[in-house]
């Protein structure tokens, strides 16, 4: 094969693939109960998900790999300084350690982060709103090009106009998250915060990260509504044999270790230093990699998740 | 600035030349109560820096297991007094000598306070710990006094016997600097206000929430009166009224409650609509009182209406020390380091400057044109009033800096911990001044580059790792049926 017949190809490959169609499996399964792929009799499940290391190794080297996003990663951090510092923020930096955090982990910094920047104010119960956009909006964008790079091996500005489309799903997402680490938190007080409850706040972060994994993925792979994508989520985190919860684990507990640890130790000033700037960048290239992680798992098995089973037909007469 | 700074001395000056003494402020020169006098404003007309260390005085830690350190310290006549669990202590403040120890019962380390001027002068300090304190390895530690009990004046105004001493706290009065008893009073509970001293009235709190004013010739009590909640705070006052900071609990938020000076009846009640733990002691002006509560606000309120007149988040809380205030300005000093001007009428933030070190019990001071700040790993800072620039600073080393005061000629530092004891700084008229910017104000060259740089590196290496990786691994390949089933449908 001569260069110009690899250029040929490549350019092949490269060339923006559009929207998939809604995939379809060969037929509906029965409906099962919510923690069925957890406690049901452990088989050998032949399951199309990709291994756990297989995954990982993946999921960091299409980032690594990739320009656009280490670009996003970079940019987006420094974006997001200069307008905390605009909002009168001064620190500590190190809370930005968490900006690209998926659902659960991230959910609990911006509600941290609202309290610091409008702490004693009534926007503070508002801010988290924006916050929560404003993480969207990077993770849209991450899993848009993540997708787009796994499936044609480049970026384009499909990934861009694809996050759009994304950012109401990566939204909902993170509402979701919200939801269940208040749940969470609630039940955590009620038991004791050092205790039982701690592992139930826990559980709420692994919870949060296990169900919306794939959300971002469906909404850039393929045309589907939001309460469609998210219900296909649901499913692919439910999968036997997937590791799914496994998966969500060994991302939430480091992810909210580094948050709660790490960024909130930090002290106040608004000029980074190049130690801070890099281990910012690097933290959040980790969160970027668990994104484009969660994107190939999905792309992985997507033929292969059910359909949601058709309503009930009507009775005729 | 400074002509105003100038006209705003000119009384103390003419106080000091007529040898007139003017209630409510501080005996001229000295620094003779907490924060230098009752409204805690934290200034004196001191050495300006540069400094240098005139002296280092070891005072061990003391009482129970040994564990209690000296109270924030008083300057009078040129001796620097401070509270020990079982003795107050004066230091000469030029040379660091101890001049005397006297003792007194077992009792929480708070400021003494001298009121009085002239040849009759009277120095007032509480003592007293009820069950005493709690320890670590001890449900409870009674701690009889070694020492021989502070108040020997079973004849006195007080009328109670040494012996007899059986209460939770008494405030005593003895002479200055002579210290022959004059009278004691007991108080309902254990004391941790300090005594806070304006024209002949003194007053004092305890933690069960009473607040007496005692008339300082006599030992008289002229009122006491129940706020309510517990107080541990040094109070603050004016000629007209008596401020009390209060704590919270499980049911009550902490609040500010101003008393009547005349018969102690309630002129108001401050509590900030977002619920605290704790309120810091207040600092006044002419107008009103400033105060920083546990959930990282500072409140200036009106003094005649008790009512909001502005309240400013600080990036971390500022419990436990009280502002200071100088030429319009409110100087706060937050648990993490970092002290904050504010407009005293708008509290708009004119600088801030972050140490990013624990600060837990140290007041901020104005010392002239600086600002001195203690820190808890041993550290002490002079900021420029104007700039917020640092510009001078020592470290001590072991211990905490648990306060600082000044009078005309020295600092005096009072250490904790394992440099327990108290230091005097002097201006070096051969040292150097520094200028280190409050790393809150914003470099954009040094932001964006540093950014830029790193971004470049950092990013740059892993692409290069990535490349390599990608060529090991190959693109992903996935099953897509439904481009087959596409393909199919489309047809040769």
Sequence with gaps: ?317 | MRPLRAALRMPVVLAVLLGVWIPGTALAGDWSQFQADAEHSGVAGGPAPPYRTAWETPVPPAGPQERFGLSAPIIVDGLAVATGPEAVVAVDASSGEVAWSHPRELGPSVPAAVAGSGGSRTLLYTEGWGEGPILPGSSSTPAASATPAASPSPGAAGGQDEAAFEGPSRLVAVTWPDREPLWIVDLPQVSRTGVTVVGDLAYVGTNDGSVTAVEVDTGSERWAVDVGQGTEQAIAATGELVLVSLRGSGTEAASLVALSAVDGSESWRYEPAAASLIASPAAVDASAAYVAFSDGTVHAVDLAAGTERWSVPLNSAAPWAPPALADGRVYVLDVAGQLYALDAVTGERSWDHPLNTDVFHPAPVVVGDAVLVGTFTGSVLAFDRDSGDVIWRTDFGAGSVRAIAADERTVVVVRGGAGSGASGLVTDPDGALIAERSPTIVQPLFLLGTWALVSLVLCGLLYQLGRLLVTKLGVAQFADPHEAMQDEEEGP
């Excluded at chain 1, 109960?33 to 290391?53: C, E, I, Q, T």
């Excluded at chain 1, 991230?106 to 404003?134: E, H, K, M, R």
Aim: charged content about 10%; proline content about 7%; glycine content about 10%.
């Design chain 1, 1 to 317: 094969m001569t260069k110009s017949d690899r250029n040929a190809n490549r350019k092949r490959q490269a060339k923006p693939t559009g929207y998939r169609a809604p995939a379809t499996a060969p037929g509906a399964a029965p409906r099962k109960g919510l923690l069925d792929s957890l406690f049901a009799p452990k088989g050998v499940v032949a399951s199309p998900m990709p291994k756990k290391l297989t995954s990982l190794a993946r999921g960091f080297v299409t980032v690594i790999s990739t320009p656009a996003i280490l670009a996003v990663v970079a940019v987006g951090l420094i974006l997001e300084w200069v307008a905390l510092l605009g909002l009168g923020f001064q620190g500590p930096f190190s809370l930005l350690a968490g900006a690209f955090a998926w659902p659960g982990p991230g959910t609990y910094l911006d509600g941290q982060l609202s309290a610091t920047v409008f702490g004693g104010t009534p926007g503070a119960l508002f801010s988290v709103f924006a916050f929560l956009l404003v993480r969207a909006a990077l993770i849209s964008l991450v899993s848009a090009m993540a997708v787009e790079q796994l499936r044609s091996g480049v970026v384009s500005g499909w990934s861009l106009r694809r996050s759009l489309r994304v950012l109401p799903v990566a939204f909902a997402a993170n509402m979701m998250g919200l939801g269940l680490l208040l749940v969470a938190w609630i039940a955590s007080q009620l038991l004791g915060q050092l205790g039982f409850g701690f592992l139930v706040f826990i559980a709420g972060l692994v919870a949060a990260v296990w169900l919306t994994a794939a959300a971002p993925a469906v909404a850039a792979d393929e045309d589907r509504r939001l309460a469609d994508v998210l219900q296909r989520s649901y499913r692919v985190a439910r999968m036997p044999g997937s590791g799914n919860m496994t998966v969500a684990t060994v991302y939430a507990l480091p992810a909210f270790a580094v948050i709660a640890g790490y960024a909130f130790a930090g002290g106040i000033g608004v000029n980074p230093s190049a130690q801070q700037w890099a281990i910012s960048i690097g933290v959040n290239l980790l969160h970027a990699a668990a994104a484009a992680m969660f994107a190939y798992r999905y792309l992985a098995v997507a033929p292969f998740v059910d359909e949601a089973p058709a309503p009930a037909a009507r009775r005729g007469p």
